[in-house]
């Protein structure tokens, strides 16, 4: 699918005012007033808790003794002392105040260990203020996006959180970078490879650390599957069956607008079975077969695919199947099959709720098992690992290089959705992804 560029900058996917003052050097464009107007045309985490609790300095003067709660045949209780207070967090700037900010970003900071909301970027100051107040955000760290390079000047704030429309993560991050912030953009990373390039340029540029926030390659199941496949309890990899899919309303947001997202069901939740398939067998794809499909009756898919299937071909062998799709019932599935055992979830890929199942033989006879793991909030380990690589110069686990990957692949599954043929894919020319991430307990 041909991509779009020209985007007006300083729009948001949070609904902004239609009357914000514009960028500099550029035309005053809301989101709200530009999709009218478009809607018809256009680690590894090195550091141990410990270690970083040395890097704060408490006050050791006035610590406070309680007197026993519970008998002496109960277990010994303590007191933290003020040299054990809670690690450092590193401060983030929380850019874009949509959906997946408020529901789920923002509330897992309090989930988090080594993160704190320090700044919000939004081009609507009143519900930036809502939020702030919300969140204990002072209102002097509340920026918009003629001002985004105030952050500079914000001690409090060391990471940047790009939560906006795909097609201006590259801006954002350049215009970060460049004020010497680290960034965690979202997925997709952008809607080109070149963007992708430029994003990865300008933070090495800068110095700074860029991390794509791929929340499942932290969440414990999947590292799981990760640590079966390592260990060679699945053997020979063999297939990857995987469907990410659900049924889009609104036909006006910014999802369904190809200048602003790059495509439709594919970057937003095919992305998904993607990069499931390429860091669960460790493998990268050397061809690709997709179809597409575009309902233009709808008005849900004037621009964008409705559908997307695509079969990956892997030089080993191994074969992923992957849908994704924007007019199905919630479907949320995938299955990496071996030789020795399978491994399933389903639901897979949302948020919350992962259910993982392991069939195998034992003794003569066919184990289903599911295993007992304890749930966590996918984007507070997903910041705490950037967090944590800020802090001890680290390099995160998902970096730029494994977005721009992605995107190679996006771009290869559009041109044979398009031509109609089999597309090769080129490796990439170094590793994509840095040290597994520790657990974090």
């Not at 410990?50 to 408490?58: E, S, V």
């Not at 607008?257 to 970057?267: D, Y």
């Not at 799709?325 to 020795?340: I, N, P, S, V």
Request: hydrophobic share 30%; aromatic share 6%.
């Amino acid at each position: 699918m041909p991509q779009s560029s020209g985007i007006p900058t300083g729009m948001n996917h949070d609904r902004l005012s239609p009357s914000e003052p514009p960028h500099e050097n550029e035309a005053s464009v809301s989101r709200r007033s530009f999709l009218r107007s478009a809607g018809g045309a256009l680690a590894a985490t090195g550091l141990s808790a410990a270690a970083l609790a040395q890097q704060t300095k408490p006050n050791q003067q006035d610590a406070v003794d309680l007197p026993p709660l519970h008998a002496a045949t109960e277990g010994p209780e303590k007191t933290p002392a003020p040299s054990e207070s809670q690690p450092q967090r590193t401060g983030y700037a929380v850019v874009g105040l949509g959906h997946l900010s408020l529901g789920e970003i923002l509330p897992a900071f309090g989930k988090s260990k080594y993160s704190r909301v320090t700044a919000l970027v939004s081009g609507d100051r009143a519900k930036a203020e809502k939020v702030a107040g919300q969140y204990g955000i002072k209102s002097t760290s509340i920026y918009d996006y003629r001002n985004y390079e105030q952050l500079a000047q914000n001690p409090d704030v060391q990471a940047i959180y790009i939560v906006l429309p795909n097609s201006m993560h590259a801006e954002y991050t350049e215009r970060g970078a460049k004020i010497g912030k680290h960034i965690l953009c979202e997925k997709p990373m952008a809607t080109s490879a070149r963007d992708c390039e430029r994003m990865i340029a300008a933070c090495k540029s800068a110095n700074v650390k860029l991390m794509i926030a791929y929340r499942q390659q932290y969440e414990p199941n999947n590292r799981e599957i990760v640590s079966l496949r390592k260990a060679g309890k699945l053997g020979a990899l063999k297939s990857f069956v995987a469907s990410n899919s659900q049924d889009q309303g609104d036909p006006d947001q910014w999802r369904q607008k190809l200048a602003l997202a790059g495509g439709g069901c594919l970057p937003d939740v095919g992305v998904y079975c993607l990069n499931a398939a390429r860091f669960l067998s460790g493998e990268e794809p050397s061809e690709v077969t997709a179809f597409t499909y575009q309902p233009k009756e709808d008005p849900r898919f004037r621009e964008v695919e409705e559908s997307c299937t695509f079969m990956l071909r892997f030089p080993s062998g191994f074969l992923a199947t992957c849908n994704s799709g924007y007019g199905a019932h919630k479907t949320q599935f995938m299955r990496l099959e071996g030789d020795r055992q399978w491994a399933e979830m389903s639901p897979s890929f949302a948020y919350r709720g992962l259910r993982l199942r392991v069939n195998r033989v034992e003794d003569g006879r066919t184990v289903l098992v599911e295993p007992s793991i304890e749930e966590k909030d996918q984007f507070a380990l997903e910041m705490d690992h950037f967090s944590l690589c800020v802090q001890g110069n680290l390099q995160p686990h998902t970096p730029g290089e494994e977005g721009l990957q992605d995107q190679r692949v996006t771009d290869a599954i559009y041109e044979s959705a398009r031509t109609g043929k089999t597309v090769r894919i080129a490796p990439p020319s170094g590793p994509t992804r840095g040290p597994e991430p520790q657990e974090q307990s």
